[in-house]
């Protein structure tokens, strides 16, 4: 392997040193360490390392905009997630925010110095198990969407956004009857006794989203 430019960006001293020890044992270079998302932004920035290895939770900028700053600043710096956040919402916003690897603290040494010489690479890299959690969840968001058919999804969504059924069936150029004619197959489809039901249902299904809207206010 060839030797590598890190920066550590983790609010936990002691796992910073050991990781520092670490990588400087394998024969790397731990040009700077972070102890906050808003250091992690300006080192990267200042330094230019190669990878800047980053943990998620951290005070003043939290390590998933710390990411998104990083890669639309700083380009050719890539970001390597290593958290104690091992789930599937964390995964998906920290890939959406640029980083080009998720990996838990629970790792070794080995697999994340691995990764690292992969991320520098130019490769993206998920443990196997959120790798397999994340297709998993995919797919199930799939087979809930085939639920409902593209008119019935665009009547709920109307409605979850706030208009009545008379509106939305202004928005999408058909009549009222057609709406609620579509809203008794979706009653029977997501098994709902009533609109608000099968409104919250088809949220929770990922099937459509609240967009800001509190579950509350929905009637």
Same mark, same amino acid.
């Not at 001293?13 to 520092?20: D, I, M, Q, T, V």
């Not at 080192?43 to 005070?59: E, N, R």
């Not at 959406?96 to 130019?122: H, M, N, P, W």
């Given at each position: 392997?060839?030797?590598?430019?890190?920066?550590?960006?983790?609010?936990?001293?002691?796992?910073?040193?050991?990781?520092?020890?670490?990588?400087? /044992?394998?024969?790397?270079? *731990?040009?700077?360490?972070? /102890?906050? !998302?808003?250091?992690? *932004?300006?080192? @990267?920035? @200042? $330094?230019?390392?190669?990878?800047?290895?980053?943990?998620?939770?951290?005070?003043?900028?939290? !390590?998933?905009?710390? =990411?998104? &700053?990083? &890669?639309?600043?700083?380009? !050719?710096? &890539?970001?390597? *997630?290593?958290?104690?956040?091992?789930?599937?919402?964390? =995964?998906?916003?920290?890939?959406?925010?640029? @980083? /080009?690897?998720?990996? /838990?603290?629970?790792?070794?040494?080995? %697999?994340? &110095? %691995?990764?690292?010489?992969?991320?520098?690479?130019?490769?993206?890299?998920?443990?196997?198990?959120? @790798? !397999?959690?994340?297709?998993?969840?995919?797919?199930?968001?799939?087979?809930?969407?085939?639920?409902?058919?593209? #008119?019935? *999804?665009?009547?709920?969504?109307?409605?979850?956004?706030?208009?009545? =059924?008379?509106?939305?069936?202004?928005?999408?150029?058909? =009549?009222?009857?057609?709406?609620?004619? +579509?809203?008794?197959?979706?009653? #029977?489809?997501?098994?709902?006794?009533?609109?608000? +039901?099968?409104? $919250?249902?088809?949220? #929770?299904?990922?099937?459509?989203?609240?967009?800001?809207? %509190?579950?509350?206010?929905?009637?």
């Amino acid at each position: 392997m060839t030797m590598l430019k890190i920066l550590l960006a983790d609010d936990h001293a002691l796992l910073r040193e050991g990781l520092r020890k670490s990588f400087e /044992s394998a024969g790397d270079d *731990v040009v700077g360490e972070a /102890s906050s !998302g808003e250091e992690a *932004v300006a080192l @990267a920035k @200042a $330094l230019q390392p190669q990878v800047v290895l980053m943990d998620l939770s951290m005070p003043v900028m939290d !390590g998933i905009e710390a =990411t998104k &700053r990083i &890669r639309e600043e700083v380009p !050719g710096v &890539r970001v390597a *997630v290593l958290t104690m956040h091992d789930d599937i919402d964390k =995964t998906r916003d920290a890939i959406a925010a640029g @980083a /080009s690897a998720y990996l /838990s603290k629970g790792t070794s040494f080995t %697999d994340v &110095r %691995d990764t690292v010489q992969r991320v520098a690479e130019g490769d993206t890299v998920l443990s196997p198990a959120l @790798a !397999g959690a994340m297709l998993n969840s995919a797919q199930k968001q799939s087979a809930n969407q085939d639920l409902l058919s593209d #008119r019935q *999804v665009e009547i709920l969504q109307a409605i979850a956004d706030g208009m009545s =059924t008379k509106q939305a069936g202004r928005h999408l150029g058909i =009549t009222t009857k057609t709406v609620h004619n +579509h809203l008794n197959a979706i009653y #029977r489809k997501l098994d709902a006794q009533s609109l608000t +039901h099968a409104v $919250l249902s088809a949220v #929770r299904l990922g099937i459509i989203d609240l967009n800001g809207v %509190d579950e509350e206010e929905v009637v």
